[in-house]
Nanobody
Framework: VQLQASGGGLVQAGGSLRLSCAAS?????????MGWFRQAPGKEREFVAA????????YIADSVKGRFTISRDNAKNTVYLQMNSLKAEDTAVYYC??????????????????WGQGTLVTVSS
């Protein structure tokens, strides 16, 4: 499967951005997962959000809960990450990811093999 991410950019603290990730190519089962991780300079890649397709359910990291939401467009095989009230510490490269079957430890970066190219989000304070 190919993942195409878009929507990053420069925004002031308190602002909003929406990231998009479109999947194409090999079709996953209905129980697949799509989501986002991020990686700041000098830090490990960390979980941000995931969407379980079969249950139409979203999972959000505690660090962004209340500010970020993840949603999907089923017809477009696209997942969105709406980021509000952005903070300087949200600055990172955001990576879209997918896996063919939902995993209990969905927030573990090692569970994912398919990655998009990354999109840079810079939040100025």
């Amino acid at each position: 499967v190919q993942l195409q991410a878009s929507g990053g950019g420069l925004v002031q603290a308190g602002g909003s951005l929406r990231l998009s990730c479109a999947a194409s190519g090999r079709t996953f089962s209905n129980n697949y997962a799509m989501g986002w991780f991020r990686q700041a300079p000098g830090k490990e890649r960390e979980f941000v959000a995931a969407f379980r397709w079969s249950l139409n359910r979203a999972y959000i990291a505690d660090s962004v809960k209340g500010r970020f939401t993840i949603s999907r467009d089923n017809a477009k095989n696209t997942v969105y990450l709406q980021m509000n009230s952005l903070k300087a510490e949200d600055t990172a490269v955001y990576y879209c990811t997918a896996r063919p079957r939902w995993a209990v430890d969905y927030n573990n970066v090692r569970q994912y093999d398919n990655w998009g190219q990354g999109t840079l989000v810079t939040v100025s304070s």
